[in-house]
């Protein structure tokens, strides 16, 4: 499975382009990140936000005397970075999380600085790290992806012969598996074992997942794989990618491309655009909806931590609605020891067993009970969610 070290190689050299046009320290700090073990994606990441820093206290990065830099000049950029103009020119707060981010990279950095000897104090210590209070806002502002959502993209899919069987299956893969725009991108040929029934991918961390192939993502596969050979065959390409399963022109696809085109049938399915981070979104909340259960949730979308796996499946208080109800019943007597032990929050276990009970729908969970944070553009959603180092996602 080359693919993800493909990607690596990719981002890396974009790294080192970068590298280029900022102070020497900066590289420093990036070889002692990787070799802290850190992705290439979370640096690329930190590094575009130490950038950004340094562009707002200097007009001339390349020859910062970083032993100049004040307390004030640091406490004014985080003030900056709260809020965000919008293309119409209103102002907006930006989200709990990207501030988070900010503090973390540059956090990290000052800390390598005072190591190294280039300042003499974390400038972070002075600030507190921000609290994550998204999931608050996010329940009043957010759309839900629901599972007529996903029917009506695939069928916007299916009805456009451009590419049909490649984009069919990138849906699909989105849509069964919740897996990462960086982890799709990155799937070989051999990853594929139809015979068992696997789907097996190197993810975020160099996690390996392996999924389960179902009967219609089988058919999916099959109908690419017929398109891939006879589309190469038609269009003799000089130079083919043999591992890789998604091509575009030969080449292994790139995130941009499964972007648009993500962004292409979402808009045509639903009005508005989506990004694959906002895929995973939906088969976690989908997910939810029929099981009633974060800790499935968890495994199947593949978190190390639970408390990430709440970013994503947030609620209007609809479990204090049904806590208050059975509550209610118990005081008042109408309600029995098995009838309270009788309800639909299973455990994972259960949930293995039983699969056919994720088909049922529960009239009880309004699909407006489910919301997402909608503060990223998509560009700086996708990064989120590939890019960003988690403290909380180990």
């Known amino acids: 499975m080359n693919g993800r070290l493909e990607h690596d190689k990719i981002i890396k050299n974009r790294i080192e382009k970068k590298l280029k046009r900022l102070p020497n320290c900066v590289s420093e700090w990036y070889y002692n990140l990787l070799a802290s073990d850190l992705s290439y994606m979370s640096c690329d990441m930190y590094i575009n936000k130490i950038k950004l820093f340094l562009q707002y206290i200097s007009d001339d990065i390349l020859n910062i005397d ?26 907006t707060r930006t989200s709990d999380s990207h501030q988070q981010t900010v503090w973390a990279a ?44 996903f029917a009506k993209i695939m069928k916007e899919v299916e009805k456009d012969w451009n590419d049909r069987d490649r984009n069919s299956l990138i849906m699909a893969l989105f849509m069964n598996t919740g897996m990462r725009l960086s982890a799709l991108i990155s799937i070989n040929n051999n990853d594929i074992d139809l015979e068992n029934r696997t789907l097996t991918i190197i993810d975020k961390g160099d996690k390996t997942h392996e999924y389960y192939i179902s009967d219609s993502l089988k058919d999916y596969i099959e109908e690419y794989q017929h398109f891939k050979s006879r589309d190469r065959m038609f269009r003799n390409y000089k130079e083919y990618d043999e591992d890789a399963l998604f ?12 972007c648009n085109i993500v962004q292409k049938y979402s808009k045509k399915a639903l009005g508005y655009a989506i990004s694959p981070h906002k895929l995973r979104a939906g088969f976690c909340s989908i997910l939810y909806k029929k099981t009633h259960d974060a800790e499935f949730v968890r495994r199947a979308v593949g978190h190390s931590n639970i408390s990430t796996t709440q970013r994503y499946i947030v609620t209007k ?64 959603e996708d990064l989120y969610d590939n890019y960003i180092i988690d403290e909380n996602e180990e």
Not at 67 to 91: A, L
Not at 247 to 258: A, W, Y
């Open 317 to 380: 208080g609809s479990e204090k609605k049904k806590a208050a109800d059975i509550m209610g019943k118990i005081i008042s007597g109408n309600t029995s020891e098995e009838t309270t032990t009788n309800l639909p929050f299973k455990t994972v276990e259960y949930w293995l067993s039983h699969p056919e009970e994720l088909q049922e729908d529960d009239d009880n969970i309004s699909v407006d009970d489910f919301n997402f944070d909608d503060d990223y553009n998509l560009t700086e």
């Open 106 to 149: 540059l956090n990290s950095f000052f800390k390598f600085l005072v190591n190294r000897g280039y300042i003499k104090k974390n400038f972070m210590d002075q600030i507190v790290k921000p609290k994550n209070r998204d999931l608050a806002r996010i329940n009043q502002e957010r759309k839900l992806l629901t599972q007529e959502d």
């Open 247 to 258: 091509v575009e022109r030969g080449k292994r696809i790139t995130q941009k491309i499964v």
């Open 66 to 91: 970083f032993s100049t830099i004040k307390q004030k000049d640091v406490d004014k950029y985080f003030i900056s970075i709260k809020t965000k103009e919008n293309s119409n020119g209103t102002i």
